[in-house]
Nanobody, 127 residues
Framework: QVQLAESGGGLVQAGGSLRLSCVGA????????MGWFRQAPGKEREFVAA????????RYLDSVKGRFTISGDNAKNTVYLQMNSLEPEDTAVYCC????????????????????WGQGTQVTVSS
């Protein structure tokens, strides 16, 4: 069992930056892949980024590549999402999630494979 808690959301102007954090309690992150998802008003939840805890494999939504970076600190049981060059289209509730590491990395964007979810943190980007 893993409990996840996000922080770091807020209101920022277009072009600005935010860093989201997700702290986990329970089993250590080394047992899981960690991911970030987002849901904008009136839209379905979508995959944003994920990391395999060895740190050697990451995956991103095409629209955030080059702007967002996922990373983690195993000692702190924390995963981060650094978001730069934010756009109004990035406005959403951002949630972190965990899934078993034995699943293939190629299916990281599949929402159904993620077992544990945080409550989310709101990110609002003004134009």
């Amino acid at each position: 069992q893993v409990q996840l808690a996000e922080s770091g959301g807020g209101l920022v102007q277009a072009g600005g930056s935010l860093r989201l954090s997700c702290v986990g309690a329970g089993r250590t992150f080394s047992s899981y892949d960690m991911g970030w998802f987002r849901q904008a008003p009136g839209k379905e939840r979508e995959f944003v980024a994920a990391i395999r805890w060895s740190g050697t494999y990451t995956r991103y939504l095409d629209s955030v590549k080059g702007r967002f970076t996922i990373s983690g600190d195993n000692a702190k049981n924390t995963v981060y999402l650094q978001m730069n060059s934010l756009e109004p289209e990035d406005t959403a509730v951002y949630c972190c999630a965990a899934r078993p590491k034995y699943l293939t990395a190629q299916t990281m964007s599949n929402l159904g494979e993620w077992s544990y979810w945080g409550q989310g943190t709101q990110v609002t980007v003004s134009s």
